[in-house]
C-alpha cells in the first residue's frame, strides 16, 4: 500500500502512517487547536475546549488503540499535518472499543453525541439495518491542519481509511460527516446518505428544544454515510 498522500510541489511528499499511543500529544494537539474550532456541531455548541478534552481526545485516544486510525505526515519536516481518526472493525453485534463507559461527559459533549447517535443508532437504526453481519469500520473524524487546507489532503485521508478498512475484511465505511466538505468527498466517491439532519430542525429526544442555532455556514446539515467497500 503507497505512503505518498499528495504531492507538494517543489518541496517533498505528504505520505501517511498508522497513529500509535505514541501520538497522543500530536493528536491531542490536532483536536484542541483545530478540529473544534472549525467542526459545526462544536462551533453550533460553543463547545470549550476542557470539554473537547474529556469527550472528543478520550475518544480519539479509544480510536487509535483500535489500530486503524490514520495521519498525514509532511515529509520535508515530519509534522502531522492531518488526521483521520476510525474506529472498528465493528460488526452490528459487537463495538471494537467501549470508550465512554463511566466517563463522565459534560453537558455539551452529551448533547453532541446525542446528535450523533440520533444519526446512526437512532429509530431507523441505520448503521445496523445496512450492515446486517458485515464488518464495518466507522470514521470518526478527519482533520487537516490550517497550514495544509485546498491540497485535497481530506479526500486522500479518506480514500487511504478505505483501503485500511477493506484490508481488514470490512464491507462497509460509515461516516456521520457533520461538515458539508467532508459529506461532498464520499459523495464523490459514489458515498450512499442513509440519514440526514438538518441543523435548523433539530431537537434534543430528551427536551424537545433546538439546540444548534448558531451552526457556521454553509454546514447547515449533517450526513450519515455509507460507503461500500
Known amino acids: 500500500m503507497s505512503k505518498q ?3 507538494l510541489y517543489g518541496k517533498g511528499d505528504i505520505c ?3 497513529l500509535s499511543p505514541n501520538d497522543f500529544d500530536a493528536m491531542k494537539e490536532m483536536v484542541t487547536s483545530q478540529f473544534i474550532k472549525r467542526e459545526p456541531l462544536s462551533v453550533a455548541l460553543e463547545l470549550p475546549v476542557e470539554d473537547a478534552l474529556v469527550g472528543f481526545v478520550e ?3 479509544a480510536c487509535i488503540m483500535d489500530g486503524y486510525s490514520i495521519c498525514a505526515y509532511d515529509t520535508t519536516n515530519d509534522k502531522i499535518c492531518g488526521m483521520f481518526l476510525n474506529s472498528g472493525p465493528h460488526t452490528a453485534q459487537k463495538s471494537s472499543n467501549n470508550w465512554g463507559e463511566g466517563l463522565e461527559l459534560p ?9 450523533l447517535e440520533f444519526m446512526s443508532k437512532g429509530p431507523e437504526k441505520a448503521v445496523a439495518t445496512r450492515a446486517g453481519d458485515a464488518k464495518f469500520m466507522k470514521g470518526e473524524y478527519l482533520i487537516v491542519h490550517d497550514d495544509y ?3 485535497g489532503l481530506g479526500e486522500a485521508l479518506c480514500k487511504k481509511s478505505w483501503e485500511v478498512a477493506k484490508d481488514q475484511g470490512c464491507k462497509y465505511f460509515f461516516a456521520e460527516c457533520t461538515s458539508t466538505f467532508t459529506t461532498k468527498i464520499f459523495n464523490k466517491h459514489g458515498a450512499e446518505t442513509l440519514k440526514v439532519v438538518d441543523y435548523s430542525e433539530y431537537r434534543d429526544r430528551i427536551s424537545g428544544e433546538r439546540v444548534l442555532t448558531k451552526y457556521p455556514e ?3 446539515i449533517a450526513t450519515l454515510v455509507c460507503q461500500k467497500l
Open 5 to 7: 498522500l499528495v504531492t
Open 149 to 151: 487546507l485546498k491540497l
Open 218 to 220: 454553509p454546514h447547515s
Open 59 to 61: 475518544h480519539s485516544k
Open 16 to 18: 501517511w502512517r498508522r
Open 107 to 115: 453537558l455539551k459533549m452529551v448533547q453532541l453525541f446525542r446528535v
